[in-house]
């Protein structure tokens, strides 16, 4: 039996930032050995709707048409790699999400051409990065030269424990050098017990509980270079921070289940939003 190539889904709809994600899904591809499936969604009219045939043809060509402008933009960047397309109607995130299938993970752009203007972050990323236990990478409309960098924000759950993992492997595959921060509010400790405990001690026992806890990550891929950082702040923020001298944010996301899981957290939320770099979101694995 031959083995199962890997694959990447990449959805576009033709607006800048969704070609900067075919052109790093392409490279990510490149870097992973993946095919590249390249999707475009048309958003369904609505049902009862008669709709004249010159319309749907329409649509029909506009969908062939940015499929084409994907693939030669994938080709562009990586020439290598295998590339296949498709075309599909109905709600655009609904049906991203019943596409994913075998894909080990999904890269879309910050936000499509629908929507208000002013928000750095559409409703499709927002919707697929919340409700998938895949990777989704979030890319926005231009990606800055390479800073060598990978950042990812560990607090020990589920999710950022595969977050590392993920973070850990885009680093070995690229040479980049790898930012595990754990970020958070200072806590103010009261009473008598906390007399003789500094700042500075409490900030070490948690970097060297960080230590100990990134180490078998990095028995695995001892070629990568790695540091590990307790910032002060709110993690969106200092991620976010972070994220202008970074290629890639990684980011753990909720579980996905119950609706109150399916929604995406506050930390990753907050990144996407303000962080500069494209996002990696990371869910936790379905129950």
Known sequence: MSPVTRQILVATDGSVSSTAAVEWAAMRALAVGAELRILCVLEAYAPGLQVPP????RDREEGERILKKAAQAASAVAPEISV????????????ILAEIGEASEVVLGSRGRGGFTSLVIGSVSLKVAGHTDKPVVVVRQTIDR???TIVVGYDWS???QRALTYAFEVAARTGAKLRVINA??????DGSIYTRVTRADLIAGEEAALRA???????????VTTDIEIIDGHPAWV???????ADLVVVGSRGVGTMRAALLGSVSHGVLHHGHSPVAVIGSVRR
Not at 184 to 189: A, E, K, Q, V
């Open 213 to 223: 806890e990134v180490e078998r990550w990095r028995q695995e891929n001892p070629d």
């Open 239 to 245: 991620l976010a921070e972070a994220s202008k001298t």
């Open 54 to 57: 010159d319309y749907l043809e």
């Open 146 to 148: 390479p800073h060598g």
């Open 84 to 95: 296949s397309v498709d075309r599909r109607t109905g709600p655009v995130a609904e049906t």
């Open 158 to 160: 589920e999710a950022a």
């Open 184 to 189: 958070g509010n200072s806590t103010i400790y």
